[in-house]
C-alpha cells in the first residue's frame, strides 16, 4: 500500500487503524512516543508496546531508569498535555519499501487495579519475552487512544529469511550469544521471582527432546522459606557425614557447610529437577531397562538446560547443583514427595548480585574427536 503524492493518505479525523496500518505497526518492536510539556516543549522516546485492536498500552517498565515512573519527562508531559503521537516505521536502503504509520491521540496513565491495565499486561508480555520476568503489576501503564492515522510510503510486511543466519534462531535470535551469555550464578539479589518466568521455564523444559516422547521428568518448585529451609537442613546432615567420611578438616566442613545452605536459603526460587520413569517402556532384560534409563537421564539434562536458556533469555540466571544425585531419599522425605520422582539437581533462580569466576573452554580441536 502506497501513499498519494501528498504522503497523507488518511482522511482527516480517521482515527481506526486499517487491517494494513495495524499489522505494520505491530511488526515494528520499537515505536517512537512523541509527547510535550504545557509549553510545547516536544519529547521523543523509544517504547515497546502492545494493541487491543484498538488502543495502544506502554509498559513503565524496570529497564533502567534514573528517577521513578511519576516523574519521567513522558509521565509528567502527559499529566499536563495529554495529546501524543506515535509513530511506526521502517527503513531500508530500498527506498521503495521506505513506510510508517503515525497515530495521534490522547494518552493517559492508568494504575495498577485499573481494567486497561489489566487487560493490557497479558498483551505487553506477549510480545516481549522480558516483560515476563519484570513487576509489571505494581508500575503504571500509558494507554494511547488514537483520534487520527496518518500513512506514508509501503506498508509491506517486513521481509523475513527463510533459514537463520548461522548461529541464529529464527526470528534473529543469536543462539550462540545467548549460549555463551549463560553462566552457573552463587549470588542472587533479594528480589522474587515472578511465577510467570518459572512457569516459562517449565515450559521451556517441556520441548526438551526425550524417549519416546514421554518427557519422563518433574519439577518442583521452591519460593517459600520453609521448604527450602527444610531441604538445606536435610541435606546439611548428609553434606557433613560424607565431608568428614572423607577426612575434611572441622573448619572446611564448617566453611563448606554454611556455604552450601546458603545456596539453598538465598536462592530466590529454585526448581528441584526429577526424573520419573514411570512411563517409560518396560523390557525383560537388563541391558535393554538400563539403556531406557539413561536415554531419559540424557533428557533430563537436555530439559534443565532449555530451562536454564529459558531463564537467562528472560533476564535471570540461574546455578546446577547436583547434590541430590547423592541423597534423593533425604531430599523426597524433606519435602515429602512420591518415590516416584527421583531428584537430580537443585536449580537456584534468581536476579544476579555478582558476576561469577568463569572457567575457559576446551578448544573445538580437543572436543572434536572425529571429523570425516
Known amino acids: 500500500m502506497t501513499a498519494r ?3 497523507d493518505e488518511s482522511a482527516p479525523g480517521r482515527a481506526a487503524l ?39 498500552f506502554i509498559a513503565l517498565d524496570e529497564k533502567p531508569k534514573r528517577v521513578a515512573p511519576s516523574r519521567l519527562r513522558r509521565v509528567r508531559n502527559i499529566a499536563t498535555n495529554p495529546n501524543v503521537s506515535l509513530l511506526f516505521d521502517h527503513y531500508e536502503d530500498d527506498w521503495s519499501r521506505l513506510g510508517f504509520v503515525q497515530v495521534s491521540g490522547r494518552a493517559e496513565i492508568v494504575a495498577p487495579g485499573d481494567p486497561l491495565h489489566q487487560l493490557a499486561l497479558p498483551l505487553l508480555r506477549e510480545r516481549y519475552m522480558r516483560y515476563r520476568a519484570m513487576d509489571l503489576e505494581s508500575r503504571p501503564v500509558i494507554v494511547v487512544t488514537p483520534e487520527h492515522v496518518t500513512t506514508w510510503g509501503t506498508l509491506a510486511p517486513l521481509p523475513t529469511a527463510a533459514t537463520p543466519a548461522p548461529g541464529e534462531w529464527p526470528g534473529g535470535v543469536d543462539f550462540l550469544a545467548l549460549a555463551r551469555g549463560r553462566r ?40 517459600r522459606a520453609e521448604p527450602k529451609r527444610l ?111 527421583i531428584p537430580h539437581a537443585l536449580i537456584p533462580v534468581g536476579y544476579l548480585a555478582r558476576e561469577p569466576k568463569r572457567r575457559t573452554r576446551r578448544p573445538l580441536a580437543e572436543l572434536v574427536a572425529r571429523f570425516d
Not at 22 to 51: E, K, M, Q, W, Y
Not at 244 to 253: L, N, Q, R, Y
Request: glycine share 6%; aromatic share 6%.
Open 231 to 341: 531441604l538445606a537442613d536435610a541435606m546439611g546432615v548428609e553434606w557433613q557425614r560424607t565431608l568428614e567420611m572423607d577426612g575434611e578438616p572441622a573448619e572446611i566442613v564448617a566453611l563448606r557447610l554454611r556455604k552450601s545452605r546458603e545456596r539453598i536459603e538465598t536462592a530466590p526460587a529454585i526448581l528441584l529437577a526429577c526424573l520419573y520413569l514411570k512411563d517409560l517402556d518396560h523390557y525383560p532384560d537388563a541391558d535393554r531397562q538400563r539403556a531406557e534409563e539413561i536415554m531419559a537421564t540424557q533428557s533430563l539434562g537436555a530439559a534443565i538446560q532449555n530451562a536454564l536458556l529459558c531463564a537467562y533469555s528472560l533476564g535471570l540466571h540461574t546455578g546446577w547443583i547436583c547434590a541430590p544425585l547423592f541423597v534423593p531419599e533425604t531430599v523426597r522425605a524433606a519435602l515429602n514427595l512420591d518415590d516416584a520422582l
Open 184 to 223: 552457573s550464578v552463587r549470588a542472587f539479589q533479594d528480589q522474587p521471582v515472578p511465577r510467570a518466568v518459572l512457569e516459562a521455564m517449565i515450559e521451556a523444559a517441556a520441548w526438551a527432546p526425550s524417549p519416546h516422547g514421554r518427557q519422563p521428568w518433574r519439577f518442583v518448585v521452591l519460593t
Open 5 to 7: 503524492g501528498d504522503g
Open 18 to 56: 486499517t487491517d494494513a496500518e495495524r499489522a505494520f505497526a505491530l511488526g515494528r518492536r520499537v515505536a517512537r512516543l512523541a509527547t510535550s510539556d504545557a509549553n510545547g516543549r516536544p519529547h521523543i522516546v523509544p517504547v515497546c508496546f502492545a494493541c487491543d485492536g484498538g488502543q495502544f
